[in-house]
């Protein structure tokens, strides 16, 4: 079991019941929503489901989309999410996505957990690929894909439902051989 994974101020770690509060409240969060694809807003019910589910889920699985809380070491509490898809075969690859409450935007966490899920990825899972996608208007997101390495290679026009609108995506990818250089 690779968990926990560590940062400096991170412990990026699984679900567990006592983070049901933290979890809806930013799941709750218009602004966190704004570029997210869940139902908003976010039932009670779907939160427990969440979570119990997330506990059934190996962080490892091929296959198996797993969310991964992180934790804000000097507090102990819940500040976000990383969600991930391991693909299977020769080359593995990988799909991630993440989630901050807002009161931790702007403070570099949600770089610190990416970061640490790619070295994660690349140095102890050996996954080939990493991709990411972001609503094209979510320009934090971008800058923090762009400042890790991820190289942008679509960009889809009308592409993703956000609930009454189209939304258009940009689509990254970032390759085991260019992390860290």
């Known amino acids: 079991m690779p968990f926990p994974l560590e940062t400096e101020r991170l412990i990026i770690r699984a679900f567990c019941d ?14 966190v929503a704004k570029y997210q694809g869940w139902g908003f807003p976010y039932s009670r019910e779907k939160a427990v489901e969440f979570i119990a589910q997330m506990k059934t889920i190996s962080p490892v699985a091929i296959g198996a989309g797993y969310q991964a809380a992180i934790e ?3 507090t102990g509490k819940l500040i976000g999410d990383l969600f991930y898809l391991l693909g ?5 690859q990988a799909r991630i996505g993440y989630t901050l409450a807002r009161a931790y935007w702007g403070k570099g966490y949600a770089s610190e957990a990416v970061r640490r899920l790619l070295d994660f990825f690349f140095n102890e899972l050996r996954v080939h690929r990493v991709v990411a996608d972001c609503d ?6 971008v800058r ?19 609930g009454n609108y189209w939304g258009d995506e940009y689509y990254y990818g970032i390759l085991e051989s260019e992390w860290g250089k």
């Open 136 to 141: 094209t208007e979510n320009t934090a997101s």
């Open 72 to 74: 804000n070491k000097e």
């Open 144 to 162: 923090l894909l762009e400042r890790l390495g991820f190289r942008r290679e679509a960009h889809f026009i009308k592409s993703f439902w956000m």
């Open 88 to 92: 299977q075969g020769d080359y593995p």
């Open 18 to 31: 006592s983070d049901l509060d933290v979890f809806l409240a930013y799941r709750n969060d218009s602004e």
